[in-house]
């Protein structure tokens, strides 16, 4: 195979000699991460790897050239970096020794979820993988390269927002195609602006499905949040997600088409929720579409809009003569039933005689079981009374590989909204309560709850490395225990875990890796370092290496070594010579060899 001359940066031909692309200003000498793929490197004898593209907690993204079919591609490499590393000089990826068996796990995920997507191939708005394979230690996936610009580009293009009437018209093979995704067993988790690219030709498609831990908090990854549009549950790794996952996504994205505002975060309204609906930052969107949206961003995930199926049909459901809609309307947009739980609107039908009879009968008898539970009820001493919270049922839930499962499960809301209070009359007619089971709850949540007032909260923070931060984790007073007006409990607040790794460093300006060490918790001090090795600005060096753990309870703090250049000074007024190799490697420290050069031959 003869040399290919392509531009890393759009694969697009170049000649041998030229430094900067003409079609798209890619540098042919700018530097990459070491941690990812080198531009120029051969995959499976066949795809020319090209310029990272974007890179999260699961997996990295290049532009590729396949050399069988003479097109453009896009490559995923899994490549979870709080797991494993680049093997210095090389693409093969070396695994941490103590995350052998969360590393494989999580790439049987990865294998598994593009599996599934490559079966759906013929959907038309979902960019499928075409080919995989193992290699470097790790797995890939390939897909198509899709031109065009993603839906927040086009938006600022468009005024920053679109009407009602536009998003009817450009949005329904999205909620068909999100719902067929769903019947198949996975959930996106990653629904936003970016996720959503318009195709060369004006096509939708939805891009960026990752394994559940990707987008996930507090799994073994770093987890990838889209402020505004990710679902309360997934800043919880012990939370159920769904179908109502994307829902929340789904409508936090029409939120922010329809007004032109990204809906405040979820952790955020967890706490105080103070989101307007969308008519009232936009008079001209029908009240209807605004209302459906805010339940389908509703905190509660039980309380929400369950199925994309549900949300299309409110959404395009039309009143007649202003009468308000009956819960047996037809949707409009077919969109194939979901195997998850929530209800399901099902087409009017003509009832028969005999179900007409079977129904009375069915009202009868509910009538009589109600007064004889009366009865029984008021025949019971008051001090034998016994409740028990929450409903025990089956429900669709996601386990960590994105697959749809039926379990049974105790049913408890994200925030809990009541009580249950008995009146003694035993006791003076004091009010007594059954304790609610708080763990998982956010304090800051339950102890400003009008549902709670009854009780007087004492909270103890502690690290925990099973809860989020603000999650309550024990509490004194038992799930279903009685307790009285005003009464003192203590609960165990978690820190978030005690020990967190250090990121890597190399190729990361101080901005950027004091970003990263803010998002984690970790404390840190800046202090210059004197060098030539690194380019000033860049971190040069850690007190810990990366990937070593820091004890946060102890409040263990990372010193940061920020490059100093000293400045230049003339040491000769003869020319450099050319032919001398710049010993500069590609993340700007200084290598005593050349960079090796890949030269692809027939």
Same mark, same amino acid.
């Given at each position: 195979?003869?040399?290919?001359?392509?531009?890393?940066?759009?694969?697009?031909?170049?000649?041998?000699?030229?430094?900067?692309?003409?079609?798209?200003?890619?540098?042919?000498?700018?530097?990459?991460?070491?941690?990812?793929?080198?531009?120029?490197?051969?995959?499976?004898?066949?795809?020319?790897?090209?310029?990272?593209?974007?890179?999260?907690?699961?997996?990295?993204?290049?532009?590729?050239?396949?050399?069988?079919?003479?097109?453009?591609?896009?490559?995923?490499?899994?490549?979870?970096?709080?797991?494993?590393?680049?093997?210095?000089?090389?693409?093969?990826?070396?695994?941490?020794?103590?995350?052998?068996?969360?590393?494989?796990?999580?790439?049987?995920?990865?294998?598994?979820?593009?599996?599934?997507?490559?079966?759906?191939?013929?959907?038309?708005?979902?960019?499928?993988?075409?080919?995989?394979?193992?290699?470097?230690?790790?797995?890939?996936?390939?897909?198509?390269?899709?031109?065009?610009?993603?839906?927040?580009?086009?938006?600022?293009?468009?005024?920053?927002?679109?009407?009602?009437?536009?998003?009817?018209?450009?949005?329904?093979?999205?909620?068909?195609?999100? &719902?067929?995704?769903?019947?198949?067993?996975?959930?996106?988790?990653?629904?936003?602006?970016?996720?959503?690219?318009?195709?060369?030709?004006?096509?939708?498609?939805?891009?960026?499905?990752?394994?559940?831990?990707?987008?996930?908090?507090?799994?073994?990854?770093?987890?990838?949040?889209?402020?505004?549009?990710?679902?309360?549950?997934?800043?919880?790794?012990?939370?159920?997600?769904?179908?109502?996952?994307?829902?929340?996504?789904?409508?936090?994205?029409?939120?922010?088409?329809?007004?032109?505002?990204?809906?405040?975060?979820?952790?955020?309204?967890?706490?105080?929720?103070?989101?307007?609906?969308?008519?009232?930052?936009?008079?001209?969107?029908?009240?209807?579409?605004?209302?459906?949206?805010?339940?389908?961003?509703?905190?509660?995930?039980?309380?929400?809009?369950?199925?994309?199926?549900?949300?299309?049909?409110?959404?395009?459901?039309?009143?007649?003569?202003?009468?308000?809609?009956?819960?047996?309307?037809?949707?409009?947009?077919?969109?194939?039933?979901?195997?998850?739980?929530?209800?399901?609107?099902?087409?009017?039908?003509?009832?028969?005689?005999?179900?007409?009879?079977?129904?009375?009968?069915?009202?009868?008898?509910?009538?009589?079981?109600?007064?004889?539970?009366?009865?029984?009820?008021?025949?019971?001493?008051?001090?034998?009374?016994?409740?028990?919270?929450?409903?025990?049922?089956?429900? &669709?839930?996601?386990?960590?590989?994105?697959?749809?499962?039926?379990?049974?499960?105790?049913?408890?809301?994200? /925030?809990?909204?009541?009580?249950?209070?008995?009146?003694?009359?035993?006791?003076?007619?004091?009010? /007594?309560?059954?304790?609610?089971?708080?763990?998982?709850?956010?304090?800051?949540?339950?102890?400003?709850?009008?549902?709670?007032?009854?009780?007087?909260?004492?909270?103890?923070?502690?690290?925990?490395?099973?809860?989020?931060?603000?999650?309550?984790?024990?509490?004194?007073?038992?799930?279903?225990?009685?307790?009285?007006?005003?009464?003192?409990?203590?609960?165990?607040?978690?820190?978030?875990?005690?020990?967190?790794?250090?990121?890597?460093?190399?190729?990361?300006?101080?901005?950027?890796?004091?970003?990263?060490?803010?998002?984690?918790?970790?404390?840190?001090?800046?202090?210059?370092?004197?060098?030539?090795? /690194?380019?000033?600005?860049?971190?040069?060096?850690?007190?810990?290496?990366?990937?070593?753990?820091?004890?946060?309870?102890?409040?263990?703090?990372?010193?940061?070594?920020?490059?100093?250049?000293?400045?230049?000074?003339?040491?000769?007024?003869?020319?450099?010579?050319?032919?001398?190799?710049?010993?500069?490697?590609?993340?700007?420290?200084?290598?005593?060899?050349?960079?090796?050069?890949?030269?692809?031959?027939?």
């Amino acid at each position: 195979m003869e040399r290919l001359n392509l531009c890393y940066g759009c694969m697009e031909p170049i000649d041998e000699n030229a430094e900067v692309c003409p079609e798209c200003g890619y540098h042919m000498g700018a530097p990459h991460l070491p941690a990812y793929l080198k531009p120029g490197t051969m995959l499976n004898e066949r795809y020319m790897v090209g310029k990272l593209l974007t890179y999260n907690g699961e997996s990295a993204s290049y532009i590729a050239f396949d050399t069988i079919t003479e097109s453009k591609v896009m490559i995923r490499e899994y490549m979870p970096d709080s797991l494993c590393t680049r093997e210095k000089g090389s693409s093969v990826i070396n695994v941490n020794p103590d995350s052998v068996a969360g590393y494989k796990t999580l790439l049987s995920e990865f294998v598994e979820l593009n599996k599934v997507l490559s079966k759906m191939r013929t959907l038309n708005h979902i960019n499928a993988a075409i080919d995989m394979f193992g290699d470097n230690n790790t797995a890939y996936a390939v897909f198509d390269w899709i031109g065009g610009k993603t839906l927040g580009e086009y938006l600022k293009e468009h005024g920053g927002k679109l009407s009602w009437e536009e998003v009817k018209k450009l949005f329904p093979p999205i909620f068909t195609t999100l &719902s067929l995704v769903h019947n198949a067993g996975l959930v996106h988790r990653g629904i936003s602006p970016e996720n959503i690219v318009i195709g060369e030709k004006g096509e939708l498609k939805i891009i960026g499905f990752c394994i559940a831990d990707a987008r996930t908090a507090n799994t073994e990854l770093v987890p990838e949040m889209y402020n505004g549009y990710a679902a309360p549950e997934q800043y919880g790794s012990n939370n159920w997600q769904g179908t109502w996952t994307d829902v929340y996504g789904i409508s936090a994205l029409l939120y922010r088409i329809l007004t032109g505002v990204v809906p405040t975060d979820a952790v955020s309204r967890i706490s105080n929720d103070e989101l307007e609906e969308p008519v009232k930052l936009d008079k001209n969107i029908p009240r209807n579409v605004s209302r459906v949206i805010m339940d389908g961003l509703c905190v509660n995930s039980e309380m929400r809009v369950q199925t994309i199926t549900e949300l299309v049909t409110r959404l395009f459901e039309q009143p007649e003569n202003g009468t308000r809609l009956s819960s047996s309307s037809t949707q409009t947009i077919t969109i194939p039933r979901q195997s998850s739980s929530g209800n399901r609107r099902k087409k009017n039908s003509a009832p028969s005689r005999h179900g007409l009879f079977i129904m009375v009968i069915a009202i009868i008898l509910c009538i009589g079981m109600f007064f004889l539970v009366m009865v029984l009820i008021l025949s019971v001493d008051d001090n034998s009374s016994g409740f028990a919270t929450g409903d025990t049922g089956l429900s &669709s839930i996601t386990d960590s590989s994105g697959f749809e499962t039926t379990t049974e499960i105790t049913l408890e809301p994200v /925030v809990e909204t009541t009580t249950t209070t008995i009146v003694s009359t035993a006791q003076n007619n004091v009010m /007594v309560y059954v304790m609610n089971d708080l763990t998982g709850k956010f304090f800051d949540v339950i102890s400003k709850s009008d549902s709670y007032s009854s009780l007087v909260f004492k909270a103890e923070y502690e690290y925990n490395d099973i809860f989020s931060k603000g999650q309550i984790f024990e509490q004194s007073i038992p799930k279903n225990e009685t307790y009285e007006e005003g009464a003192e409990i203590t609960v165990k607040v978690s820190l978030g875990p005690k020990y967190i790794t250090v990121p890597e460093y190399l190729s990361l300006s101080k901005k950027d890796y004091f970003a990263k060490l803010d998002s984690l918790g970790i404390k840190y001090e800046e202090q210059e370092e004197l060098t030539e090795d /690194v380019l000033e600005g860049y971190v040069y060096k850690t007190s810990k290496e990366a990937g070593e753990q820091i004890d946060v309870e102890k409040g263990e703090t990372l010193i940061v070594y920020v490059a100093k250049n000293p400045p230049k000074t003339e040491t000769s007024t003869e020319p450099h010579s050319t032919d001398e190799p710049d010993k500069t490697s590609e993340t700007g420290y200084v290598t005593e060899e050349p960079d090796v050069i890949i030269t692809i031959f027939d």
